[in-house]
């Protein structure tokens, strides 16, 4: 079981980036999908997810309008574009395998296989 992200990189703010999300190992269709991150001295913060009942799609308020979540059920990819990127969307991002729920996207606890993160920085 296993989850790769890919993507992270150092951008100004205003620019974008998209980050990727490899899944193997496990039924791929069976699973919400989430995207966390952990900025530096702080905890760990739901940023989307995407249901895999109902394709349903739930973003943390801060990135509502900037960022879009997309899945790929063929290719077990997940995506995560990211738009008009601020200083403080900075952290290291993960995606994670579990139940994806509205207003439920802060719960780490819901989300059993994670990757291994990948580097976003933002400066101003």
């Known amino acids: 079981v296993q989850l790769v992200e890919s993507g992270g990189d150092l951008v100004q703010a205003g620019r974008s980036l998209r980050l990727s999300c490899e899944a193997s190992?496990?039924?791929?269709?069976?699973?919400?999908i989430g995207w966390f991150r952990q900025a530096p001295g702080k905890e760990r913060e739901g940023v989307s997810c995407?249901?895999?009942?109902?394709?349903?799609?739930h973003y943390r308020e801060s990135v509502k309008g900037r960022f879009t979540m997309s899945r790929d059920n063929a290719n077990k990819m997940v995506y995560l574009q990211m738009n008009s990127l601020k200083p403080e969307d900075t952290g290291v991002y993960y995606c994670?395998?579990?139940?994806?729920?509205?207003?439920?996207?802060?719960?780490?606890?819901?989300?059993?296989?994670w990757g291994q993160g990948t580097q976003v920085t933002v400066s101003s």
């Open positions: 994670a395998a579990g139940v994806c729920l509205r207003g439920y996207v802060n719960r780490a606890d819901l989300f059993g296989t």
């Open positions: 190992g496990f039924t791929f269709d069976d699973y919400g």
């Open positions: 995407i249901s895999n009942t109902d394709g349903s799609i």
